[in-house]
């Protein structure tokens, strides 16, 4: 093992997780929604001011069951970035649905909302933004699109937990908004996710699809005096072991976000001057949105120079990684998708990012180290 070598990600303790595991499985309740897993749910539910949170096994999970309550169908339109990850659009081709691919906007990297209004149809049943980096879309147009079509929006808000667009926790906009806690992620436990539900109408079947179809939420509670098989649902329900983790980080969720807001601006007050005399693009976050500090990206001049700045890296023991290969351009996407769409910035950017080292305990020294070699690089 090279211990020199500076990881893209690591996962961070927060202080308690040993613990509550232990208080897991000692409690002789590790299968789910045991205790842990409601203390997430009603922090989560506090924090966001959301009336229904489920923890659920991914947010992959969360969601399918979003596409599942929404009651996608085949011969559905989804309005979704190009430039996501594979789950935001594979949760509803998974019910048939035809992903209508939205570029985004060359500054923030987000769905570009003055494109939407070109992209609905009479088949549209869900606009999909997911806010990328964790700094928010542009809610307030996407919310009108939404009202004036009657069309659901679900968050894929798997970067932004915590951030606010306007003042207003992402999250807390669409019908339903889903959260990771993916090893990635600035809060996790492992492998997680969340379902948030801001529309009371879908909490009830929210919880069935949760429990295989079945309304086993309501036998637990002592409503009814025993449960059945009522709709269509899978096993989303996360181990309270996991959920025991995740405890722990979300207690610790502030200063979490502090030291994650302090490895952003450092990598940006260092690199400033250096991106702007070498026409590399750092993030842009507009002044209406507080941002989640989840993630540290450049846009580099070229592909060649992208791949080269990786190798780079790489001989000086740190690794750097790029995403996301456009959707619309993948096998599934020229598949399912609608292909008349242009997504030009998409793929000009998919070309040129790069994601810089970003975990809660990288220190100064190890900053200062990634700062001196990425300067370094021959641009
Ligand atoms: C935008 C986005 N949506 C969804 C996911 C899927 O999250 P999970 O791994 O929790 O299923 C990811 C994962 O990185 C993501 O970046």
Sequence with gaps: MNLNHLPFNKPCLAG????????????GWISGDGAFTKKCQSLLAQRLAAPGVLLTTSCTHALEMAAILLNIKPGDEIITPSFTFVSTVNAFVLRGAKPVFCDIRPDTLNMDEARIGTLISPRTRAIVPVHYAGVGCEMDVI???SKQHGIPVVE?????????????LLGTFGQLSTQSFHETKNISCGEGGALIINDHALIERAEILREKGTNRSRFFR?????????????SYVPSDMLAAFLLAQLEAADQIQTRRRTVW????????????SCKVRLPVVPPH?????HMFYMLLPSLEKRQAFI???????????FHYVPLHLSPMGLQTGETSNLCPVTEDVSNRLVRLPFYNDLTEAELERIVMAVKDFAL
């Design 16 to 27: 308690r997780e040993l613990e509550y595991v232990a208080q897991s499985i000692k409690s």
């Design 143 to 145: 919310l009108n699109h």
């Design 311 to 321: 190798v780079h890296l790489k001989a000086r023991s740190i690794s750097s990684v």
């Design 156 to 168: 894929d808000n798997a970067h932004g937990l915590f951030a606010r667009y306007r003042g207003r």
């Design 289 to 293: 949105c507080d941002q989640a500090y």
């Design 265 to 276: 601006e450092y990598y940006y007050q260092h690199l400033q001057d250096w991106a702007a």
């Design 222 to 234: 002592g409503q009814i005096d025993k449960y059945t098989w009522v709709d269509v649902g899978s």
